[in-house]
Every structure is written in C-alpha cells, then in structure tokens.
C-alpha cells in the first residue's frame, strides 16, 4: 500500500477548459514499493528473515539483528550489514566440560542450561524500485545510445578498475564544463528525486524574481509539510533569503512562498516542467516544487545531472549553494510574539568533509531514499555527480564516485554527454517486441505465468483517482505529459477541496 501524501494547504490550482484530454501515462504509473529491482541495487542489504517482527513501512524491510549488537552504518555495499539469523536454531545448549574432565556426559544441573543469544527484527530500508517507463530506441536516448542501458555503464580499458560499488540504483558521474559522461548506472531510470528537484525550482524561479523583492508569507507557505525554516504567514521575507533557505536549508515553506512570489503553485509546476523541458530533462515530471513525493513525480541521474550543470551558470545559484550560514529574518506569529532573526547552516556534508566540494544539493524522502547532486573541483577539471535511490545519507559515496572520476577521466572514453538546452528531442518509444522475445527475455506473460507470487504494483493516489473517473493507462499513454502536469495539480487541489468539505 502506498503510504498517504502529507497534507499541506497550498494556492488553489485552476486549469484551464478542455485540459482534461491532455492526460497522460506518467500520471497513473504506480510507485513499486518492492525491493527487487536490479540485483546490484541490493548487494549488501540484509536478507527477510521469516521470523515474526515488527510491521515494517512499504520502503523497509525486516532483518534480524544480535540483541546488544550495534546496527553498523551502510556506506558501501561492502560494509558489515546485518545478517539473517535461522529462527530454528535452538533456543539452549549444554555446558561444554572443563578442560580435563573425564568427558562423560552427565545430565547438566538446574540452572545450567542456558538461553542462547537473542534476535530482535528490525526494519531498515531498502532501495527504491524505479517507475515502469518505455523501452526507448537507443538511438533517440538524450545523451547518447548507451546511456539507455540498465546497470553500470563505462568505456575504461582493463588497467582502470570499475567506478566503486555504491548503493544507488543509479548515478551518473560527468565534466561539469564539457558535459563528457565518465560514468553511469542506470541513467534514465525514472526515481523519485526528493528535494534535489529543488535544482529545477531555483533554476526556473531565480531568473524571474528579483531578489531583493519582499514576499508577504501566506498561510500555506507556514502549513508546509516536510523541512521547514520556520517562515510566518503575514510576514516579508526578501527573495533572497528565501533562497538561502530553500538551498541551504531545504525548506519546503521558503519553495512555497516563492511560488506564490511567481504566480502560485500550479503556474510554478507548469514553469518548472517548461524549463525541464527547455534543458532536455524528459525523463522529470513536477508536481510540487518542493520535491515531496506527491503523484507521480519522478527525474532521472541523467537529468539531475543535467539540471545541476545549467544552474550552476547561474552565479546567484552558485553564490548560495557554497554557503556555510545564512542569517534569515525573524518574524511575528498569530499571538503576538515576535522571533528574533536566525543563523541556518547548509545542510549539505559534502561541502564540509571534500576539499573542493562546489555545491549542490541533498535530498531525502521515505519513497525517494536518499538523492543528491554533487560538484566538485580538482586539477583544473570540475564533476558532477548525481545519485538516486540510495539508502544511505552519508557523503562518502559520492566523494568515492568524485574520487574516481578525477583519478581516470582522462583514461576513460565517454559514455555520452550531457545536452545543451533546447538542443535534444524527447525520446521515442522502440518498436514493440514480440510475444515470443518478451518470452525470452523473462517478461513474457508465459514467463511471468511460471512466477508464482507476481504481484502488481499498487497505483499512487493520483492513479487511483484518475481510476474513479474511468481513466486507464492505455487511454493516456498518447497524451502531453506537461498539460498533464497542470491536471495533476488541479485534481490533487479538488481532492483537497472536497477533504476539507467533508471536515
């Protein structure tokens, strides 16, 4: 069951007459909670124990865990991880006879049987499962033909070593300046991006508002959901620091006051998915511009890649990102206090822990896992890195990922590169395969006929609500996916409507 969308009041969405037939397949693709995805997203994660446990959430799942045993941080796939413990195992033993017994076993006094060591089940969480998107045609994939390839994707000769084994389902590691792929895991894969969205956010809004504008905070921008500054509705904050916060800080209530800055929520959306769009990010569908899992909002590594690169060329962008504090206005609430203004610091540990990190930005939701986008400068040369669906919050991957990238980018050959703006089309879906080759390759219903216990992905709520209204996944499969965007805010605000109705 996908867990509910948090409740927040935001700008009541419109949409303008006969937007209803710009529906589309992305809005109605469910988010698999199920950990199988690829087997090298899940080297190192602990296996079910069939023990009875606690009810674990649909992004974790049980393992068994030593009572008084420390649960070690998971880094690297490599890393010492919990270890399934056999339920049968016996729950006593004998005493083991003295060193210079005569070795006859008598029967072991009252008390000497003892209790072998205890297991508590613990839920830790699992990688994300990408949403179910098209096969492309390899020649029309943004970036290059094989950057539409599952897994870890390298051109290296054999004296270089694979880039390090990390837990992201995917990642891509490119040149800042030349847009040069060095390497890549599952690029194009479809993710939740959590609050690295909030690249795209900046990128479209810093452009359009002037940063020493005023903003009154609505009621809404305080009601936010997730990481918050602390804004006051009916307060003035200067754009600026709003920016702060939202880049520094992550503040989910400084993105909604600058979308009311632009024009309110839904024209935020629908600006955000026109400037994805422009830079070549097809692969990204926004539907709230804070990055919280709300319908069926998604990007990929190649796009967050590509989203960081065009905004670190704006200098506001990237004059805010490099800050270590920030000071932000204080305020007067509803009863009369007023706050004093306050000192927020970046969140951001890759700033603080690898020489010559530049930016960008974290990101985290249950659904989404851990994601990041990561630049750094070295030699003369500057990367990039982005990472999705990780399932740990630490910066030593991504350093280990820039570690290898500067080491072997000039031993390498590129992947692909990353477009420039308004340079690349969207992809085009390949020619269907044939019963007989979906058969062969494990996807065939004959094949997923011999998989007992084949469940289907539950739908997000957005689907389900499109459900009601008779829509199926072949009826949108045609249609524009940034129309759609717009009707996904306007149904998600009609939704709410009728909620607070009922209350």
């Known amino acids: 069951m996908t867990p509910p969308v948090p409740s927040r009041r935001r700008p009541r969405a419109t949409v303008a007459a006969g937007a209803a037939s710009a529906l589309v397949l992305a809005l109605t693709m469910a988010y698999a909670v199920s950990p199988a995805s690829a087997a090298d997203a899940?080297?190192?994660?602990?296996q079910v124990a069939p023990v009875a446990g606690p009810s674990c959430k649909p992004w974790q799942a049980p393992a068994t865990v030593p009572v008084g045993k420390p649960l070690p941080p998971r880094v690297f796939p490599t890393s010492a991880t919990p270890a399934p413990t056999p339920t049968a195992a016996p729950t006593t033993r004998p005493v083991t006879p003295a060193p210079g017994s005569s070795g006859t076993q008598r029967?072991?006094?009252?008390?000497?049987?003892?209790?072998?060591?205890?297991?508590?089940?613990?839920?830790?969480s699992v990688a994300p499962t990408p949403f179910p998107q098209p096969s492309w045609d390899p020649a029309t994939v943004v970036g290059g033909p094989e950057l539409a390839a599952t897994g870890v994707v390298t051109d290296r000769p054999a004296s270089v070593p694979a880039p390090p084994a990390v837990y992201d389902v995917s990642y891509v590691i490119a040149d800042l300046e030349t847009g040069e792929i060095l390497a890549a895991k599952s690029p194009h894969a479809w993710l939740r991006p959590a609050s690295t969205l909030k690249a795209l956010t900046a990128l479209t809004l810093m452009p359009r508002l002037n940063p020493k504008r005023v903003v009154v905070a609505g009621q809404d921008a305080q009601a936010a959901a997730g990481s918050r500054v602390g804004i006051l509705a009916g307060n003035r904050y200067p754009v600026a620091s709003l920016f702060d916060a939202m880049l520094m800080f992550s503040a989910n209530d400084a993105v909604y006051a600058l979308a009311?800055?632009?024009?309110?929520?839904?024209?935020?959306?629908?600006?955000?998915?026109?400037?994805?769009?422009?830079?070549g990010a097809h692969d990204t569908l926004t539907v709230d511009p804070s990055g919280l899992d709300e319908g069926a909002q998604r990007s990929s590594a190649y796009d967050l890649a590509?989203?960081?690169?065009?905004?670190?060329?704006?200098?506001?962008?990237?004059?805010?990102?490099?800050?270590?504090?920030?000071?932000?206005?204080?305020?007067?609430?509803?009863?009369?206090?007023?706050?004093?203004?306050?000192?927020i610091l970046n969140i951001n540990e890759l700033l603080t822990h690898y020489p010559g990190a530049i930016g960008i930005k974290p990101g985290r939701t249950d659904r989404a896992q851990h994601t990041f986008i990561g630049a750094a400068t070295r030699g003369g040369r500057t990367l990039v890195v982005s990472?999705?669906?990780?399932?740990?919050?630490?910066?030593?991957?991504?350093?280990?990922?820039?570690?290898?990238?500067?080491?072997?980018?000039?031993?390498?050959?590129?992947?692909?590169?990353?477009?420039?703006?308004?340079?690349?089309?969207?992809?085009?879906?390949?020619?269907?395969?044939?019963?007989?080759?979906?058969?062969?390759?494990?996807?065939?219903?004959?094949a997923l006929a011999q998989q007992p216990g084949t469940v289907r992905p539950a739908r997000s709520g957005l689907a389900?609500?499109?459900?009601?209204?008779?829509?199926?996944?072949?009826?949108?499969?045609?249609?524009a996916g940034l129309s759609a965007a717009v009707l996904g805010v306007a149904l998600l605000a009609v939704r709410r409507r009728r909620r607070r109705r009922r209350a």
Not at 260 to 279: F, I, P, Q, S
Not at 417 to 431: D, F, I, K, S, Y
């Open 107 to 124: 029967a072991p006094k009252p008390g000497a049987m003892h209790a072998a060591p205890k297991e508590r089940v613990v839920c830790l």
């Open 464 to 479: 389900a609500e499109l459900a009601r209204y008779g829509v199926t996944p072949s009826l949108l499969a045609p249609a």
């Open 387 to 446: 990472e999705m669906g990780s399932i740990t919050g630490s910066w030593k991957p991504t350093a280990a990922l820039l570690d290898w990238g500067f080491k072997y980018a000039a031993r390498v050959q590129p992947v692909g590169r990353l477009v420039e703006p308004g340079e690349a089309a969207a992809p085009t879906a390949a020619a269907p395969a044939s019963t007989e080759e979906l058969d062969a390759a494990g996807s065939g219903p004959a």
């Open 42 to 46: 899940h080297t190192a994660l602990p």
């Open 306 to 343: 590509l989203i960081g690169r065009d905004a670190m060329r704006l200098p506001a962008f990237r004059a805010t990102i490099v800050k270590r504090d920030a000071v932000f206005p204080g305020g007067k609430d509803k009863r009369g206090k007023t706050w004093p203004a306050f000192h």
């Open 260 to 279: 009311d800055a632009a024009g309110g929520y839904a024209k935020t959306v629908t600006l955000m998915n026109e400037e994805a769009a422009r830079v």
